[in-house]
């Protein structure tokens, strides 16, 4: 079974600890808070080849396991969705109350380190100037107040649609 995207970085930053202090790197607390702020410095060298956290801003997207099968979501395990009204490399359309419910997915987006997605992951420029998701082209949405792989945004209105994932996507861990 896949581990959930909280295991793998919680897993992944352990490994860190863990090789950072086999090479004399400090595991205080002054590395652990930088760990937590998302920067990638410790107090001792990294050894090459060693796991770096992403930089600030990213978003970790995933493959997960939900009702509907295999679908890409947040590393938090929130399902992001694409908007029917939406069109292949255009501007995003869900805005003012639209978005209030169907928040943008924002940042720089990065594919977590299990998963192999069928489509590429980018970004379009939204109306305010930051960088909105899209996957394979189309902007990418959560659903305000969703819980972890809730799915129940899929369908509404008829227009917002889960990004269903083949089982080749992700890669089997132990």
Known sequence: MRKSGWAVAAAGVSSLVLLLTA????SSSSSSSAAGSGSTSSA???PSGAAALPAKGTQV?????SNLGWVLAEASGIVVYT???DSKNGSPTCTGTCAALWPAVTGVPLAGP??????PLGTVAMANGAKQIT???LPLYTFKGAKPLSTKGNG???????????ASAITQTG
């Open 156 to 166: 509404v209105d008829g227009k917002w649609h889960v990004i269903k994932l083949p």
């Open 83 to 85: 908007y029917g009204g």
């Open 114 to 119: 299990a998963d192999t997605l069928p489509a």
């Open 44 to 46: 001792g060298a990294q």
């Open 61 to 65: 997207l995933i493959v997960q396991h």
């Open 23 to 26: 090479c004399g790197g400090s």
């Open 135 to 137: 996957y394979d082209g």
